[in-house]
T-cell receptor, first 116, second 114 residues
Framework: GAVVSQHPSWVICKSGTSVKIECRSL??????MFWYRQFPKQSLMLMAT?????????EQGVEKDKFLINHASLTLSTLTVTSAHPEDSSFYIC????????????FGSGTRLTVV | GDSVTQMEGPVTLSEEAFLTINCTYT??????LFWYVQYPGEGLQLLLK?????DKGSNKGFEATYRKETTSFHLEKGSVQVSDSAVYFC?????????????FGTGTRLTIIP
């Protein structure tokens, strides 16, 4: 079945540094990828939607200059958390959608970001 | 806009008990419906889905039927196991109406005790 590989699975960084998270679709072309943030014991909050070769569409309240999303190819999307602060600590999950007839969403395994 | 209302947890059951997690939705179009499962520290895995009314999704002993008349997609399992302990999310997407985003419920934490 469809597989989405997300790396790293966890990362610790210092305040003020940037962290890049990669999301790759391994055996299918993902025209659309989604980035979510999940707080402990809560549901997923959609941050942005990215389509290959175009700018990401950010949800209201998400800082586009802080959370940089690049979707340069049909199999790779990246999320860069710039100038990270402790409040950015969270669980980040990517998802890729596949077109009909096998329409659906495949999720990465998530990245636990801790900013110290 | 679209929304998903899901039974609040946490839910604790004994092994081999019957499970129901309620899910209802509102949507402007004709959505596809999903149940996802999340194990601790992991991403989401698709459990089952249904794309039209009266469709029944099933997987690993779990079932859910797309009920358009009651706008519901309740998750059921006849006999739960300890390994079913996880968080379950009901979700919808209205792809056919041009909205590709997944709308999630709040999630239901399920704990099965031996």
């Amino acid at each position: 079945g469809a597989v989405v590989s997300q790396h790293p699975s966890w990362v610790i960084c210092k305040s003020g540094t940037s962290v890049k998270i990669e999301c790759r679709s391994l055996d299918f072309q993902a025209t659309t990828m989604f980035w979510y943030r999940q707080f402990p014991k809560q549901s997923l909050m959609l941050m942005a939607t990215s389509n290959e070769g175009s700018k990401a569409t950010y949800e209201q309240g998400v800082e586009k200059d802080k959370f940089l999303i690049n979707h340069a190819s049909l199999t790779l999307s990246t999320l860069t958390v710039t100038s990270a602060h402790p409040e950015d600590s969270s669980f980040y999950i990517c998802s890729a959608s596949s077109l009909p007839p096998n329409y659906g969403y495949t999720f990465g395994s998530g990245t636990r970001l801790t900013v110290v | 806009g679209d929304s998903v209302t899901q039974m609040e947890g946490p839910v604790t059951l004994s092994e081999e008990a019957f499970l129901t997690i309620n899910c209802t939705y509102t949507a402007t179009g004709y959505p596809s419906l999903f149940w996802y499962v999340q194990y601790p520290g992991e991403g989401l895995q698709l459990l089952l889905k249904a794309t039209k009314a009266d469709d029944k999704g099933s997987n690993k002993g779990f079932e859910a039927t797309y009920r358009k008349e009651t706008t519901s997609f309740h998750l059921e399992k006849g006999s739960v196991q300890v390994s079913d302990s996880a968080v379950y999310f009901c979700a919808l997407s209205d792809y056919n109406s041009g909205n590709e985003k997944l709308t999630f419920g709040t999630g239901t934490r399920l704990t099965i005790i031996p």
